[in-house]
């Protein structure tokens, strides 16, 4: 069993995306308003950062609250480093 969390109530989430952007798909293949298609570009994208906040808020509240409740001072700058390099990498 592995010890990190469990990101299973974001599948739901995931599912929805993926039905739109095969959505978009059919929009393009079927030569539909380029307005119309970036709308749904724009609405996926959206729900593509919904779900990747939502696996960021479990990882603050399980890894990160892990490792600065521990007394590992390494573990907890690892984890803080990992969360400020995603901040600069994807402003």
């Known amino acids: 069993m592995s010890k990190n969390p ?4 974001q599948v739901s989430r995931i599912n929805r995306a993926i039905g ?3 959505a978009i798909k ?3 293949d079927n030569g539909e308003y380029c307005v119309d298609i970036i709308s749904q570009l724009r609405a996926s994208r959206n ?3 919904t779900i990747e906040l939502g696996v960021l ?3 603050i509240a399980s890894c990160m609250a892990q490792a600065c409740s521990g007394k590992d001072d390494k573990l907890k700058a690892k984890r803080i ?3 400020m390099e995603l901040l600069k ?3």
Not at 6 to 9: D, F, G, I
């Open 20 to 22: 739109q952007l095969e």
């Open 6 to 9: 469990s990101h299973a109530s």
């Open 26 to 28: 059919r929009m393009i």
């Open 47 to 49: 729900a593509i950062k």
């Open 57 to 59: 808020e479990t990882h």
């Open 89 to 91: 990498k994807y402003e």
């Open 81 to 83: 480093s990992e969360i």
